[in-house]
Every structure is written in C-alpha cells, then in structure tokens.
C-alpha cells in the first residue's frame, strides 16, 4: 500500500482535483477533503485568517482528517487527502500519519487566478489573495512542487509519479481501529463511557495519577469527561490505543490502561496504568497489562512492550512482574513528573516469538 498523500497548498492550486484523481485511479481508495471535514462545523465557525479560534479550529479539522485517514488505512485503502497545512497542522499530521507524503502545490498568482476563473467562486477576491499569501512559504513538507505550467493531467503525472516513488506505508503506523472488548476472566479493556467519569475523578484526587498525565488533580465532572473525551481522541491523534478497565461482571470503570505507539515504527510500544484506590490489590492492573500485551502482538511490526515505573513504586512493580514483564535497568534522570526530574525503572515484555523465556500464564 502506498502511503498516505497529503496535497496542500493555496487555493486555485488543484489540490482538490489531483487528490480526488488519485484515488479513484486506485483499486481501493478514500480521498479525504480537508474543506469537507472543517464544514461540519454548522455554528461558530472561524477561518484560518480570523485570529487564535480560527487556527485552533484549523488545528482540529487537521486531526480529524488524520483520524478518518487512520481508520481508512487501517481497512486496506489507500488514502489521499487535501488541505492546507502550516507549520502547526504539518505538526499533526507527522505525529499522526507519521508515513504520510505531503506534497505542497506552488503556484504563481497569476496562474492561480485564470485557474480560478473557470471554477465556481468559494472566496472573496481578497480572501482569494490573503491565502495565497499565507500559503507562499511552506513549512518542512516532502516535496514542494510548481504546477504554474502545467496541465490537469501534467500535474496529475508527476505527483503520481513522485508519489509511487516515496514508497510504500509501513506496516507498524498504521494502527487499527479500538478494540470493542477484550476479555479476561476477572476485567476486561474497552473504549470509555460518559458514565467512567466518577472513576476518574478518584483517580484525580489520588496525590500520584494527576502528575503523569493530563487528567487534573481534584478533576471536577465536566473535567473529568473532557479528560473522557481526550482519551477517545488518542488513536486519531496516532498516540495509541486508552482503554477502560473495567469489571468483567457488572462492567463498573475500575481503572485505564494506555498502550502507546509513537515508538512502533521501531517495533517498540509503550504502556502505562492507573487504578481506582477502591480497586488496588485486587489483581485487576495485572490482568489488564497482560490483556493489552495480547492485544500488541496482532499489531505488525511490534516487537516490545516497555514500562516505564518509579523505583519507589513497589505496587507498580509487583504488577509488572506478574504480568511477565522483566526488569532490564535503571534510567537516571528518566523524565519530569511533577516539575522534578526521576529515576525509572524500564521495565520489558518481548513478542513470545522473538525469545525463549516462557511467560506466566494469565
């Protein structure tokens, strides 16, 4: 499968054209217009031009793109996308569709606007011009290419063929859709509920959880199903996969459990847990470590799951070990949590099929 394409440039440029081109010349493709996506936004829209809501709302139309991307890469199709990307949005897309090939479609002015001429009017003349402006530098895409002399099917020939040339998708970025459920005996992992908002705020009030992540301390309700929602966006923003933990009998949040991609395009995934104090010693962390272990090796391309825990975190620790992970060293002034720099504790479970070491039954 070919990478995903990202066209961007100013308006006028065919970027719209060329992507909708590209994809339907495939077996098996979805074109992604960033313009449709930013229009489902039916109140209280802002343009790129308008000021810090029209960037944020720019940022936003950029993810949503990456998630629809991700989910389509997922099922097999090849993917093409337009939009205009800044430096900001190009930031996105490389942490989400890190495979992506962007492509930034120059154009003079002059030619833009006879190209403008035939097509029906989106933009104010000065709107027109402003974007134009706006788009003239691009920010650190793969390849900037000036299509002011060329024909539809010219320019079509030559992203196609630069296209084909950067080569295919890795197998290992492009993540699979949330799992439904997965099952353990005493939990199982699943997506959260509006309803897992009294856990969390538990969670928010334990003096440790709030300093390792984004959840706030003392989390009130509505903080609480923001932090919800944060974690139903981690796999569009190509970070991973944050699950539920939840008791396999009445289905009650106990906990969440991440399981982290930025590193598999080097085989390696990251995981991290917190549970409910109601919850703690009752086994539910180690079941769900090995659950989400399970769950990474269907993933191609991942080889390694690592943990990374305080060395004061003999709970943590304890979880680690019955789940069959192995302690391989200590890292000195690891990371920041809490304003401080801490040792950790890297902690690592290999693909059964790349050692011997027979792992504990879950």
């Not at 093409?80 to 190009?90: F, G, K, M, W, Y």
């Amino acid at each position: 499968m070919l990478r995903p394409l990202i066209l961007t440039g100013g308006p006028a440029v065919g970027k719209t054209t060329s992507g909708r081109a590209l994809a339907a010349a495939r077996p098996r493709a979805a074109y992604i217009d960033g313009d449709d996506v930013r229009q489902l936004v039916v109140a209280g829209d802002a343009t790129l031009w308008s000021g810090p809501e029209g960037r944020a709302q720019h940022a936003l139309g950029a993810r949503n793109v990456a998630a629809m991307a991700t989910n389509m890469l997922a099922a097999g199709f090849t993917v093409t996308a337009s939009d205009v990307v800044t430096a900001e949005t190009l930031e996105v897309y490389r942490a989400a569709l890190p495979d992506a090939f962007v492509v930034h479609l120059a154009i003079r002015p002059e030619a833009a606007r006879a190209r403008a001429a035939t097509r029906p009017a989106y933009l104010t003349p000065e709107e027109f011009d402003l974007l134009h402006r706006m788009t003239a530098t691009p920010p650190a895409v793969d390849l900037v290419l000036d299509v002011s002399d060329l024909s539809e099917q010219e320019q079509l020939a030559q992203i196609d063929a630069a296209w084909t040339a950067a080569g295919h998708a890795s197998a290992a970025t492009r993540l699979p859709p949330m799992p439904e459920r997965l099952q353990g005996a005493t939990v199982v992992l699943r997506p959260f509920r509006d309803d897992d908002a009294g856990m969390a705020q538990r969670l928010a009030r334990d003096p440790y959880v709030p300093l390792t992540g984004t959840l706030p301390a003392g989390a009130t309700e509505d903080e609480a199903l923001r932090w919800i929602e944060r974690q139903h966006g981690r796999l569009g923003e190509g970070v991973g996969w944050s699950f539920a933990i939840a008791d396999a009998v009445d289905g009650r949040a106990l906990g969440q459990i991440g399981l982290w991609a930025r590193s598999l395009r080097d085989g390696r995934l990251t995981a991290g847990y917190a549970v409910d104090p109601s919850a703690r010693g009752s086994g539910a962390a180690s079941v769900a470590l090995r659950l989400v272990s399970d769950f990474a090796w269907t993933l191609p391309g991942a080889h390694r799951i690592e943990l990374f825990i305080e060395p004061w975190n003999t709970a943590s620790i304890r979880t680690a070990e019955h789940a069959g992970f192995h302690r391989e060293g200590l890292l000195r002034s690891h990371q920041v949590i809490g304003g401080e720099r801490r040792d950790m504790l890297l902690y690592a479970l290999l693909r059964p099929d790349d050692c011997e070491a027979p792992r504990p039954d879950a």
